[in-house]
């Protein structure tokens, strides 16, 4: 059985770092497509970055400068690297990795105090 498990969140001061791991269990493939959404309190769940199986990204607009995502395919792992930290960062993260269906994570708290 495929699981996704998340670790790296926590609560941070604005201006600071996180990184986010995402780690592959019970599969003996790559992902194609991997990512992470995010849901703050009261909003939809948003995409935040994309990474594809040859390394192509796309971040959204409004982290593109703070947040970076990467995979080590080695590991099975799947990372975001948050820096400058801001307030409206705060939401639960989601990984998610797909390969013919969509596999996800249990999410992870991410709380910026400012």
């Known amino acids: 059985q495929v699981q996704l498990v998340q670790s790296g969140g926590g609560l941070v001061q604005a201006g600071g770092s996180l990184r986010l791991s995402c780690a592959a269990s019970g599969s003996s493939f790559s992902f194609d497509a991997m990512g992470w959404y995010r849901q703050a309190p009261g909003k939809q769940r948003e995409l935040v970055a994309v990474?594809?199986?040859?390394?192509?990204?796309n971040v959204e607009d409004s982290v593109r400068d703070r947040f970076t995502i990467s995979r080590d395919d080695a590991k099975n792992t799947l990372y975001l690297q948050m820096n400058n930290l801001k307030p409206e960062d705060t939401a639960v993260y989601y990984c998610y990795g797909r390969r013919v269906q969509v596999y996800w994570g249990q999410g992870t708290q991410v709380t910026v105090s400012s």
């Open positions: 990474i594809s199986s040859g390394g192509r990204t």
